[in-house]
Structure formats: C-alpha cells, structure tokens
C-alpha cells in the first residue's frame, strides 16, 4: 500500500517523522485521547523501525513538507516569546500530557454510556469509544484480506474506529475545497480513498463556459495563423500587381476592331459582315478637360473622388456577395484598372475582383487624384467608336472637349456604364431610365458636390435647371454616305454587341470594339434581306409601323434572320428589342398549361358569348360577340375563341400560365407588363417578336427550350475560344412540356393553318406542314402570326411606335384589319424563301393526352335565374361597352342583318364570299386532316365557316383600367 492510502486509511494525515527533539514523536498532530508518545499510530509503519522509513539503518530526517505560504504568513505573524505556550487552532481541543493520555480499556470491557449533564465526545477513564450510529464493529482481519501493520505491539481493533472517529472530526475542521477529502469524498474509509481527478469533479458551469474554457486557445491560434497568412498574401498580391509604368505601356497597345461574320454557306468560309470600326483615341491633358465635363463625370460615377481611397468597400461587398456579377459601386481608380487589364474580365470572377481591388491600391498610391482621373477619361469607351473624351465630345455633339457645356457634360458621365445603349437611338428603356433615374440623378449628385465643395459640382438651382442635351446622329462610318444605306448592318452590330455583354460575363462593349474578337454569327445574310422585303405584301403604312419579323431553327435555338428596321439610328430593333400586346398568339401558352394538367384537347367548355368569370368587372365576349356552343380545345385554337382560354386561366391561374410562357422563351420581364389575370390568356402582356419565336420555337422541338441566340462561337485575336454563360443550356436544352404535350399544342395549331381556320392565309403553297396561331388586340394596334415548319419558326408582329396608335392600311379600316390578313401574309411570303430546297417534314400526330372533360355548365331547370340576369346587366359593362358592330368577315352575323356592305368581296382577305366558286366545297372541321374525335361519323354540311375569328375584340369592349383602356407601350428592359 502507498504511503498516501496508508495515511488516508488510518484516518488522518501525519508527518512520518518529527522534529528533532522529539517533543512530536509519532509525527504529526496527535489525536485528542490517542496512542501513547512511544506507540506507532494508525499501524504506520514508526520511523525507527528496522531499516529506516527510508530504508537503512538510521533513516535520514525526511524533510518536512512545506506549508503554504499563508500559513507561513500567519506561522511568522505570530511568533511566540521564549517559553510561551503554542496557541491552538480555534476549535482544537488541547492535546492532553503525557500523564494525562487516557489508558486502554481492559480487554472486553465496553465503555459506559454519557450520563446525563456529561458531554457526549467525552469518556471516562478506559471507557470503550461509542461506534456511530449503523457502522458495525470491524472485525480483527481487515476487511480488504490485509492485516494491519505490525506495531510495536498488539493493538485493539477498536482503536482503528477511534482513529476513523478522529479523522472525521478532523476532516470537519478542514475547508472544503479542491484536493482535501472533505471535497473529494472519503469513500466510508475515514475519509481516505483515492482523490478524484480534475476530470472526474462535476462541472455545473453553463456549456458555452465550458466549450470555451477549452476552444479558446486553438481559436486564438488559428486566428493568429490567419492573420500572419492574410498578410503574407496582402503582400505578396500586392507585389504582383502591375504599377505606373506597366500602366502606361498598356495604354498605349494598339487597338483592334472585332470582326463579325455571317453564317457560313455550304463549304465556303464564312464572310465578314461587318467590323465594329476602327477606334479613335486622342489624349489629352488635365488642364484641357473643362470643369463641366469633370463635374458631370464624378456626379454619375463617383461624387466623393478627391476624398475617397481608392477601392470601394460597399461595391467589394456587393460583388462578394453577387459572385462578382452586381456591376456598379466601383470607385474611378478600379474601373481604371479594369479598362486596363482587359484580361481581369475573362478569369473567375472572384479572382478578376480580388486583382481589381490590389492594382487599385496600387495606382492610388503611386498616382494623384488628377493624374488617375485624366488617365480614366483618356482610355474610357464611350460608344460609337471613340476611345476618350475628346472623341466622345466629336461624336456625340459634334464639338471640341472645351466648348461643352455642364448638361452636355453630364451627359456623357452617364453613358459611361452602358454606352452601348445610348450610341443610336435609344429604346423604351434607355429613354426611361435616362430621363426618370439617371438624369435626376446625376443633378442631385451636382448639387451635393457644390454643397460639399464650393470648386466643385453647381448650385441647386443650376443642377435642377440643366435639361438632357440634343445628340448629333451616328450611323454610317466617314466616307460612306455615297453608297445605299443598308440598315441591316447597323442593326447586325449592335445586337451581336447586346448579346456578348449579355451571355459573355465581364466582356465589355468597350473589349468588343477594341480587342479584335472574331465573332461567328448563325445569320443568314439572305434570309436577313428576304426579312426585310416580306413587308412589301403589305398595303402602303405609316412610317411609324414597326414591323417585327425573327426567325429561329427550333433545333439548335440559333436565329438566322431578323428584321431590325429601317434606320439603326432613329429606330429601335423592331424584332429583338420593340414589344406590343401579344394578342391571342399568346393562347398556346393557355393551351400547353391545360394540357400539362390532365386537360385533354376533346374537353369541351362553353363557347357561348357574353359570359362572366370570377375576379372579372366585365363580361367576356367573343369575336363579334359570337356563341359557338358547346366546343373541344381543337376548335377553340383554330378559330380563336376567347370564352374557352379565359376559362382556362380562370382555373388554372394566370402565374401557372406565365411561367410555362418564361420557361418556353418569353422573356420573364414581359410578364409584368399588364396585370395578372385571366385576361392574360386573350395577350395583355407584351412581347417581342424574338420572345414569341423563342417560345414557339420549344413546342416545335418537341417540349425541349434552347435559348435564342445568333452569336455561335467568340474568339479572342489569338484564336482561343471563349465558352458563353449558357454553355450547357445550349448544348442540352431544357424540358418545358413532354413530347406528347408540344404534339398536341402543335396538332391544335395545324388546324388554325389548315383551310377554314384563322391563319389559313399563312398555309405554304408546296403543301409542306405548317403550325401556327393569329393574334389581334383591341383596336387593332398590333396583329400577329407566328408559326413554324418541322424546320424553321418565324414570329411576324405589327404594331405602331406608340402602343396607343391604331394600325393603319390603305383602304382598310381598324376593324378590317386582323393578325390572318397581314401579318400571316408577311409570314407565308417569308417562309416560302426560306423553305426553298428544303425537304419537307412532318409534325408527329396528336397524343391526346390528359382526360376528356366537360366544362359546359348544366342547365338550370327554371328560366328564372337566366331572366334575371338578363334584366340586370353588369354596371360596368353599360360605360364602357361599344354597341355591336358588323363584321365584314362574318356577314351572317346578327349586327350584319340590316346592314349593307359596298366594299367588294376579297377572297385574299380571308373572307367567306358568297360568289366564291370554291366556298361550297370549304371542307369543314370534321373534313381536315386528323379531325377531332367528335368529327367520327359525322358528314360534311357543306356549310362555310368564318375563315378569320381571331380580331380578338376586347373582352368588354375596352379594356379596363381608365382612359382609352390601351396598355401603355414600355421598353423591353424594363
């Protein structure tokens, strides 16, 4: 046994050996009543027994254990005089003489009980100690199989429950803390046993104490390695990026116009189109730039240039938290540094910013506020082929750097960040977010500067006088006026710019105009002039009619024709970027929705006109107000009715609607344009040319979305290829609806083609397979047609500039004019030219998918409810509804009785003329090529129909919402 269990076992901790001259013999603190000076106490082992305590003869002295230093404080404090006697510890008793140690009980003899008035912890003379209360005698053999030490004699086992007793009232007088027994516990031993570890004491302190009790060293030592690593890479990144000098020598690298070229024919290479023009840069000197330009150019870029450092730490925040993508928020010194270093744009995004931010602290140091700011405004592109501000100022206002004024000033500090869209005639949009953000904008920014700064900026009153200056127009280079202009060209450029800005991440228009890409397009030059030259079929128009037309091979999602309009710089693209209502050429999207949810093409709805829908303040008519009864969605389709579709969206939900339309190819933004509804099902939102032949383009391959484009591949000067953004999306596509769902929705549209339909005027004279769905707006300011081969989809749209402008053909009035009579004729013209040599395909036969459901409401029994609701017309309704008008297209009408109609017949107007020799054998619905299940058995009647239903007559007359009830016409971005 250990010395430190012996001394815990006996009951109390003693000295193994006491001073010198024995007046502590025993060793340590003798027990009140205990052994005798010169017995051994609690069977240890005496310190002048055979061999020593440490082993010899003699045993040398064992030293005496330290006490801790406040006890020796106190041990020195109290020193006691010569011959005074030794104070006892306060509750110690006094430990008896030697004459007066109690003697041992007689052998057998047990001690008598306490009398009453006797104190219970003494005992007489010899008298047997009084075990506690439920602990048993210990028996002579120690319970643990050990006999106790040999002693100088033999010892009553009763002295070892004194010796307990005593170490108990010892233990008593001892603070509890750590590491004594009264803390650790003493096992029923008197009070020895093992101690407890420091692992094994109970820890009561909250778990988040606890965890950093433990996890605060490591963390302060990762924390201390990230920093003396964050500052080595500072360093090291710091030392990397390029300085001053560098900066110069790559200003002056000689710049490189990018080449755009057609789609290659058969095997011959592939042609230039057109180069994005020699770039002109002439630099000029601090003190040749005029205080309005500079004030203008920090108003729209940064207001606080002079007092600012060199980076931005709110753009650096967006552009971590966006990936790099949020564009904006740089400060003058890091868009600097990203015009020089053309090659930051093309690397991670991450990593572009992070070189951003070092060569910007960089030059800020190395460079004056000045010297940085003449450098920006010397290398910047501005749009329209110049490099610089001095040939910004030549090309945009036709005048030298120093005679601009403070508006024009301003204005050139705005198109910095997108000078693509400012260089020709703006949109819709740009001319919105000029006049209603930026330019606000920029006169508040002047104002604050002028607060700030007396030197800089201008007065309130001036700033919010300046008005948006007048621009000189851009077109042709310099030398080619003489020749034709062919505005295809133009329009080539800019839209090749859009998109690589677009679906190429950090490639500018400015590395576009200067690093010498080589761009290969999927345009067909031919194609491009035959888009040009369909609208020739059409009668004399305004000159503000746009006239969108874009074609796009389903397959692969290129567009190989657009027709952009007659002059790049007074007019917007009519195709890919001018939008209009989309009429009821948005009904497809209705179509695939109802079908994707278990609607099948053989469900019938009811196809009576007027009829009310839930969360409508009016009625819905159809065209001419016509009731066609109980219809299937084939027929719905081919004739274009309204009831049907708005019931579709009525129960489907016009959101479910749109974003099938999105997912298609309309662009998401379009779908904000009017508000959501079951009216979108008759085409209350506007689109664009482009998104109409996008979504057409996934039902004509098979369910499956690939996103228009024209631009195929783009490679740097050096011929290295540069993969876009929609990489993937391109080469996969995107499942939209299932194949069997895009063949329905295609056999339903082949019915709109074939004869008897609304689009019949747009069927190809080779007899090739055709799809397609009309559209006519209100009042007729636009009309559609888009269809498409098993090859080739072409969205042709009229409408006029100002969405509020009804479209206008000579010798037609509003309602003789429909999306089958002029924009399905520009669509057959068209089309024929592009179908030459191609070999005829076919469209695969309807699915019918989902379940045969019937939507006709059951008959009341009683006439009651029907008369009055005929007695109480919608109060709405009575304002705004136009009185019936008779519809040249369907003289059997009831508004078409008794009137008379002088204008002669026109069979090439898609109208049913009685003197038609062909009208008798008009085959019917049931008569066309894989009619309707509901066609089975039936016989022809011989009766016509109306070829043309699709004039889409607003619901009520005029939509609602106030005023004339047009849409009011928005650009496309915005």
């Not at 997108?418 to 703006?426: L, R």
């Not at 290969?520 to 000159?543: G, K, Y």
């Not at 080739?792 to 100002?802: C, E, K, Q, Y």
Request: aromatic share 6%.
């Amino acid at each position: 046994m250990s010395t430190e269990r012996r001394r815990n076992a006996d009951g109390g901790r003693r000295r193994a050996d006491g001073p010198a001259d024995g007046s502590r013999g025993g060793g340590g603190r003798r027990r009140a009543g205990g052994p005798p000076r010169d017995e051994s106490s609690g069977g240890r082992r005496p310190a002048d027994a055979e061999g020593g305590f440490w082993g010899d003869d003699a045993g040398p002295e064992r030293p005496r254990r330290r006490r801790p230093p406040e006890q020796e404080a106190r041990s020195e404090g109290r020193r006691r005089s010569e011959g005074e006697r030794p104070r006892r510890p306060e509750g110690q008793r006094r430990a008896p003489a030697d004459g007066d140690r109690p003697r041992r009980r007689p052998e057998g003899e047990r001690p008598r009980r306490p009398q009453d008035g006797e104190r219970s912890g003494r005992r007489s003379e010899g008298e047997r100690p009084r075990r506690p209360e439920g602990q048993r005698r210990r028996p002579d053999e120690d319970p643990r199989g050990r006999r106790r030490a040999a002693g100088p004699g033999p010892r009553d086992p009763r002295d070892r429950g004194r010796d307990r007793e005593n170490a108990v009232r010892s233990e008593g007088r001892r603070a509890p803390g750590r590491g004594s027994r009264a803390a650790s516990g003493g096992g029923g031993r008197g009070g020895g046993g093992r101690r407890r570890s420091r692992d094994e004491e109970p820890d009561d302190r909250p778990w988040f104490k606890r965890f950093l009790s433990k996890a605060w060293k490591p963390a302060l030592a990762v924390f201390g390695l990230m920093i003396i690593g964050g500052v080595a890479t500072f360093a090291i990144l710091y030392a990397m990026a390029p300085n001053e000098d560098e900066l110069q020598a790559k200003s002056e690298t000689q710049l490189s116009a990018t080449q755009i070229m057609w789609a290659p024919q058969g095997d011959a290479e592939p042609e230039v189109a057109i180069t994005t023009g020699e770039v002109r840069r002439v630099e000029v000197q601090r003190e040749d730039i005029p205080p309005s330009v500079v004030n203008g150019v920090l108003a729209a870029e940064q207001r606080t240039f002079y007092t600012d450092p060199g980076i931005s730490i709110s753009g650096i925040g967006r552009a971590v938290l966006s990936g790099g993508e949020a564009g904006g928020g740089s400060t003058i010194t890091q868009q600097m540094a990203r015009n020089y270093y053309s090659d930051l744009d093309i690397e991670n995004q991450y990593i572009r910013k992070i070189r951003e931010i070092f060569i910007s602290i960089k030059l800020n140091q190395q460079m004056d506020k000045d010297e940085i700011l003449t450098t920006y405004l010397n290398n910047i592109y501005f749009g329209r082929n110049s490099m610089g501000i001095q040939m910004a100022s030549q090309a945009y206002f036709g005048k030298d750097l120093k005679d601009l004024t403070n508006a024009e000033g301003a204005f050139l500090g705005i198109i910095i960040q997108m000078p693509s869209n400012f260089q020709g005639e703006m949109g819709d949009w740009t001319r919105t977010y000029l006049t209603e953000e930026r330019w606000p904008y920029v006169q508040e920014q002047l104002a604050l500067m002028h607060e700030e700064d007396p030197d800089l900026g201008l007065p309130r009153d001036e700033a919010m006088a300046l008005e948006i200056p007048e621009l000189v127009p851009y077109g042709t280079q310099e030398g080619e006026e003489e020749e034709e202009y062919d505005p295809k060209f133009d329009y080539v450029r800019n839209a090749v710019v859009q998109e690589i800005e677009e679906r190429y991440s950090g490639i500018t228009a400015q590395d576009i105009a200067t690093q010498g890409y080589v761009v290969q397009t999927s345009l067909d030059p031919a194609l491009m002039d035959a888009a040009r030259s369909s609208f020739d079929v059409l009668p004399d128009t305004p000159e503000d009619t746009m006239m969108g037309l874009t074609a796009v091979d389903p397959a692969t999602g290129e567009i190989v024709a657009f027709h952009g309009g007659d002059n790049a710089v007074e007019d917007v693209n009519n195709s890919l970027t001018h939008r209009t209502q989309a009429g009821s050429s948005y009904k497809p999207y209705v179509l695939a929705t109802a079908l994707s949810n278990d609607i099948s093409l053989r469900s019938t709805f009811d196809g009576d006109s007027p009829q009310e829908f839930p969360g409508l303040q009016s009625e819905v008519i159809n065209a001419g107000n016509r009731s066609w009864g109980p219809v299937d969605l084939i027929q719905s389709t081919a004739q274009s009715i309204n009831t049907p579709f708005v019931e579709l969206a009525s129960r489907l939900g016009a959101a479910q609607v749109d974003e099938l339309a999105v997912r298609a190819g309309v662009a998401e933004e379009q779908t904000g344009t009017s508000a959501q509804g079951p009216l979108v099902a008759l085409g209350t939102h506007q689109v664009s040319a482009l998104d109409q032949a996008s979504g057409y383009s996934t039902f004509a391959a098979g369910g499956v979305h690939r996103p228009a484009h024209m631009v195929t591949e783009l490679r740097t000067a050096d011929g290295g290829v540069i993969p876009p953004d929609d990489a993937d999306l391109l080469e996969n596509g995107e499942r939209v609806v299932t194949e069997e769902v895009a063949a329905d929705v295609t056999y339903a549209m082949t019915q709109v083609v074939a004869p008897g339909g609304g689009g019949e005027k747009a069927a190809l004279p080779d007899g090739r397979p055709v799809a397609g769905k009309t559209g006519t707006s209100s009042d007729a300011v636009s009309a559609w047609f888009v269809g498409y081969t098993p090859q080739l989809v072409a969205a042709v749209g009229l409408s006029r500039a100002d969405a509020n402008d009804t479209l206008q053909f000579d010798g037609q009035t509003a309602d003789q004019i429909f999306g089958g009579t002029t924009s399905a004729r520009v669509w057959n013209e068209f089309m024929t030219t592009a179908m030459e040599g191609v070999e005829h395909g076919s469209f695969p036969p309807p699915a019918y998918v989902g379940t045969e459901q019937s939507f006709v409401p059951t008959p009341s029994p009683s006439g009651e409810p029907s008369e009055e609701e005929s007695e109480e017309p919608s109060p709405e309704e009575s304002p705004v509804e136009s009185p019936p008008e008779c519809d040249p297209a369907m003289p059997d009408s009831p508004e078409c009785q008794d009137q008379q109609t002088e204008e002669p017949c026109e069979p090439g107007w898609g109208r049913d003329c009685p003197e038609s020799p062909e009208l008798p054998g008009d085959p019917q619905e049931c008569s066309r090529p894989n009619p309707p299940a509901h066609c089975e058995g039936a016989e022809p009647t011989g009766e016509a129909t109306d070829s043309e239903q699709d004039q889409d007559t607003w619901p009520f007359g005029r939509a609602a919402g106030g005023g004339d009830g047009r849409v009011i016409l928005l650009g496309r971005d915005d």
